[in-house]
C-alpha cells in the first residue's frame, strides 16, 4: 500500500518538476510547483503510516505555507501581468547582475 | 609626575656618597632651568608664530628692525634666553667652590627616581657630581651664556628668534643630562638629545633646501655613530647587569685586560663618539653643520656637542685603559682626522668653512690626547678649545654680519661669508680682529696662549706613551707623534691664512658696500672679550711642573702647576692604575731625545715661524672677489679644494647604493611584486564574478534548471 502511494508521489513530482522546467506560462509554472509540494505532502502521509502521526502534521505546514506562497506569488504575478500584459517568463529577466 | 620634578627643583635627593663634605647645592636646577627656557621661549615662539602668521594673513611683516616696534614675543626670548643660562652658570659656580674646598674622592650621586626598574636591571633618574662632569657643566653654562648673549646681537632681526632661543636652550638641558647622567643609558638620552636640537639647529632656516638637507646630513650620520654607542651599552649590561658609572667602574678590572669583550665595548663606544665628534670617516656632517646660525656653530659645533666624544672616552677611562687596541685606534683616528681636516682647511674660502674643518682637527686632538691615557690633557684642550674655537666662532659671526649688513644696504647677494670678499676688516672691525688674533695664535699653539699648553701636552704624552716600558705599539705613536707635530704646523698656517684673508690688506667688499661694514655692537663684542681672555689665561691651569720652572712657565711666576691634572685625579686614578700596572713608567721624552722643554720650545718657535712666514706669503698673495674670481685650482690644490672628494665618494658609494636599491625595493618590489600580488587578487576575484554572474540570466527557467541538475547531482554523489 505504501509503496504504491510512494510511487504515485514520485510520479507526481517528476510531472511537476517537469511543468517548471519546460512550461514558459507563470500560471502553469506555478501549478506545477503545487503539485510538487502536494507529491511531497502524498509521500509524507504514506510515511505516516509507517512512522507515526508526525508526518501528518508536516503536511498541514506544507499546506499552510503553500497557501501564503499561493497568496504572495499570484499578487506578483498579477502585477507583472498589469506591467506587461503577458505571464511568460521569457519576457522578463532583469532580475540579474 | 609632580612629586620626582618637584624633587628634581628642590634639589632634594639625598647624596648618596658623603665623601668630603662636598653638599650639592641644588643640581637639578642647573638641568632645570634651560628646560624652563626652552618651556617659556617655545610657547613663545608659538604665539609668535601665529602673531606673524595673522600679519602676513593681512598683507602686512612684523617689522623686527626696529626695536620699538617689536613684539614682546620677540624681546621677552631676550631675557629669558640668556637669563636661564646665567642663573644655572651661577649655581654650577656655586657648586664648583663648594666642590673645590671638598677634595672629592668619590662622585656625588644625587638621585631622584627610579626611571626603568626591569628585573635585576635598573636605571635610575640621578646626576653624577664629580670633578669632570664639574668642569663640563662650567663650560657648557659658561660658554652657553656667553654665546647666548651673542645670539642676543646676532639673531635679533631673525623672524624665528624666539624659536632660535627655544632650541638653543634646549641644547644645553640635553647636554646638561649627557655630561651630568649618572649612568651611560642616562647619557644616552642627552646624547641624543643634543643630535636633535643640532639637527633642529643647523636646519634652522629651513625654507632653505640646502641648509634643511644639511640638517638631516647631520642626523643621519650622527644615527649610524648612535647604533654604536648603543651596542657598547648592551654589552656593557651582558658584562656587569649594569650601566650604571659607580658599578660598571668598581668591576671594570675584572675584565681581562686587552680582552676581547673590554676591546668590543670600547670600540664601539668609539663609533659612538666618531659620529658625534666628527671623526674620520663620519666627520662629513661637521662642515655642512656650518648651514646654522653662527653662533649655533661656536655652541654646539665647536665648544660643546662635538666634544661629547671625547667626554665619553675619559669618562670611560678605566675601560679605555683596559683595551690598549681601542686605545690606539681612538689615537690614530684622532691623529689621521687631525692631519686630514688641517689639510683640507688649506684650501678654503668660506670662513665658517675653515673653521669647521679646524675644528674637526683639534677635536682630532682631543682624541689622541684621550687616546695615548693622557685624559686630563684630552679634557684640557676640550676646555681650552671651548674658549678659542668659540672665540673664533662668534668672532666669525661678527664678521659675517658686518658683511651681510654691507651686501644687504646695496642689495647685493655676494656671499657673506666668502674670505675673497672681505680683506682689510681690522679699519672696520678692531675689536673683533683683535680678539680673534688671540684665538688664532691660542689655535696655533703660540705661548703663552691657552691652546699651546693644551695642545703641547697632548703631543707630549704621545711621545710619552710610545715610550713607556711596554708600550703595545712603541713604533705607532712614534708615527702619531710626527703627524701631531706636522698637523699643527698646518694649523698655524691655514689660522694664519684665514685672518690674512680676512683681516689684513685691501678690502674687497666694494666701494659702494664697505660703507655699512661695522664693529660688532657691544652685545656682541663683549662676549667675545670675555672669551678672548680666557683664551689667553686658560690654559695657564694645567702647565706641567717641568715647565712651569723653565722660561714657559715664566721661571715659576704661572701658577698652580698642574691644577687640571690633579683635579681631575680622582676620574683618571683609575686608568693611571692600569696603564702602569700593564706598560709600566712612561718615558717623559720625544723619540727623538730631548726633554719636556727643549720640545715645547721648538714647537711653539716652530708655530711661530710658521705665522710669521705665513702671513707674509699670504699677505704676498694675490687675492680677488668672488665675482672676478675665474682661477681654477689645479693639481694638488684642486684635490684639497674639494675636500679630496669625500663626500663624492660617499655619494657614488653609499649614498648612491642605497638610493638605488631603495628605488628598487619601491618600484620593483612594492608596486610591482606586492601590489602586483594584491591586485592579482582582485583580478582574479573579478574575473571570477564576472564568468560566474553569466549563470544570471535573469530567466527563471535557467534558474530552475540550475537547481534541479544541482539537486539531481547532489542525491547521484550521495547514491554512489
Known sequence: MVTEALVLSAILFVIGTFGVLIRRNAIIMFLCIELQLNAVNLSFVAFSRMFGIEGQLFVFFVMTVAAAEAAVGLAIIISIFRHYETVNVDSFNLLKW | MVSPLFALAQGGGQAAAEAGH?????????????????????????????????????????DLGDPSSRPSTHTLPTWIGPGVMAAAFLITLVNFVRMYGAHLEEPVIVHYWTW??????????????????????????????????????????????????????????????????????????????????????IGYWFSDREKSDAGKKAFIVNRIGDVGFLVAMFLLFRAFGSVDFVPVFAEAETLAYAGGLVTAITLFFFVGAIGKSAQIPLYVWLPDAMAGPTPVSALIHAATMVTAGVYLVARSSALFALAPLSSAVVAGIGVLTALFAATIALKQNDIKKVLAYSTVSQLG???????????????????????????????????????????????????????????????????TWVTMWIATLAIAGIWPF??????????????????????PYPALYTVYWIIALAAAMLTAFYMTRMMVMTFHGENRT????????????????????????????????NVPEELQASWVGLF????????????????????????????????????????EVLWATISTVAAGIVVFASIRFVGGQKVVPVAQDESEPSGFAKVLANKYYVDE???????????????????????????????????????VGWGVSMFQTGTINTYAFILTVGVLAILGAALL
Not at chain 2, 681690522?426 to 675689536?431: E, N
Not at chain 2, 691657552?450 to 708600550?471: H, L, M, P, Q, R
Not at chain 2, 667675545?528 to 686658560?538: D, P, Y
Open chain 2, 365 to 431: 686632538y682631543m682624541f689622541v690626547g684621550v687616546g695615548v691615557g693622557a685624559y686630563a690633557a684630552g679634557v684640557f684642550h676640550l676646555m681650552t678649545h671651548a674658549f678659542f674655537k668659540a672665540l673664533l666662532f662668534l668672532g666669525s659671526g661678527a664678521v659675517i654680519h658686518a658683511m651681510h649688513e654691507a651686501y644687504h644696504s646695496t642689495h647685493s647677494h655676494e656671499d657673506a661669508q666668502d674670505m675673497r670678499n672681505m680683506g682689510g676688516l681690522k679699519a672696520f672691525m678692531p675689536i
Open chain 2, 116 to 201: 626603568i626598574a626591569t628585573g635585576t636591571f635598573t636605571v635610575d633618574a640621578a646626576l653624577q657630581l664629580d670633578q669632570l662632569s664639574m668642569i663640563m657643566m662650567m663650560i657648557i653654562t659658561g660658554v652657553g651664556f656667553l654665546i647666548h648673549v651673542f645670539s642676543v646681537g646676532y639673531m635679533k632681526e631673525d623672524p624665528g628668534y624666539p624659536r632660535y632661543f627655544a632650541y638653543l636652550n634646549l641644547f644645553v638641558f640635553f647636554m646638561l643630562v649627557l655630561v651630568m647622567g649618572s649612568s651611560y643609558a642616562l647619557m644616552f638620552v642627552g646624547w641624543e638629545g643634543v643630535g636633535l636640537c643640532s639637527y633642529l639647529l
Open chain 2, 556 to 595: 715659576g711666576v704661572l701658577p698652580t702647576s698642574e691644577w687640571l691634572h690633579h683635579w681631575l685625579e680622582p676620574i683618571t686614578a683609575q686608568a693611571h692604575h692600569i696603564q702602569e700596572v700593564n706598560l709600566g713608567a712612561l718615558s717623559y721624552s720625544s723619540p727623538f731625545g730631548g726633554g
Open chain 2, 450 to 471: 691657552a691652546g699651546f699648553f693644551s695642545k703641547d701636552e697632548i703631543i707630549w704624552y704621545t711621545a710619552a706613551f710610545g715610550g713607556a716600558e711596554n708600550a
Open chain 2, 22 to 62: 662636598y653638599e650639592p647645592f641644588l643640581p637639578g636646577l642647573v638641568v632645570l632651568l634651560p628646560l624652563l627656557g626652552f618651556v617659556l621661549n617655545g610657547i613663545l615662539a608659538l604665539r609668535h608664530g601665529r602673531a606673524s602668521a595673522d600679519a602676513v594673513r593681512r598683507g602686512e611683516e612684523l
Open chain 2, 649 to 687: 665618494f660617499y655619494d657614488r658609494f653609499v649614498v648612491q647604493p642605497i638610493l638605488a636599491a631603495s628605488r628598487f625595493c619601491w618600484k620593483i618590489i612594492d608596486a610591482r611584486i606586492i601590489d602586483g600580488a594584491v591586485n592579482l587578487v582582485g583580478m582574479v576575484s573579478k574575473g
Open chain 2, 510 to 541: 666694494g666701494a659702494e658696500e664697505s660703507k655699512a661694514l661695522h664693529e660688532a655692537p657691544a652685545v656682541m663684542w663683549v662676549p667675545l672679550a670675555v672669551l678672548a681672555v680666557l683664551s689667553v689665561f686658560g690654559g695657564w691651569i
